[in-house]
């Protein structure tokens, strides 16, 4: 399985971006899927999570009512909408995935994602 995040850049406080990630190889293997970030000099954070192919998103509290996960199932991807950006959002974004589902307690556990994808740098000015 590869992961391959896309759709970072600069954008202004306020502003909106998207991010994709593309699943490819065995897609087939990855029935749930994050997104991390990583701000620099601090720890990996968890962002929210989407299972494939159906279920709710889930987010956490620093990004839930800004943020929005969706699939397509159809491209094998999934998306990260960033509305309302802010400068604490500043951080490299990964997506990461795994086979199975994960009971929300360990959601933000990422050591337990099997996958992952390279990152892309979110920049947002303030």
């Known amino acids: 399985v590869q992961l391959q995040a896309s759709g970072g850049g600069l954008v202004q406080a306020g502003g909106s971006l998207r991010l994709s990630c593309l699943v490819s190889g065995r897609q087939f293997n990855v029935n749930f899927l994050a997104w991390f970030r990583q701000a620099s000099g601090k720890e990996l954070e968890f962002v929210g999570s989407i299972i494939r192919p159906t279920g709710s998103p889930y987010y956490a509290n620093s990004v839930k009512g800004r943020f929005t996960i969706s699939r397509d199932n159809a491209k094998d991807t999934v998306y990260l909408q960033m509305n309302d950006l802010k400068p604490d959002d500043t951080a490299i974004y990964f997506c990461?995935?795994?086979?199975?589902?994960?009971?929300?307690?360990?959601?933000?556990?990422?050591?337990?994602?099997?996958?992952w994808g390279q990152g892309t740098l979110v920049t947002v000015s303030s």
């Open positions: 990461a995935a795994r086979m199975n589902r994960l009971v929300l307690s360990a959601q933000g556990n990422p050591g337990l994602y099997e996958w």
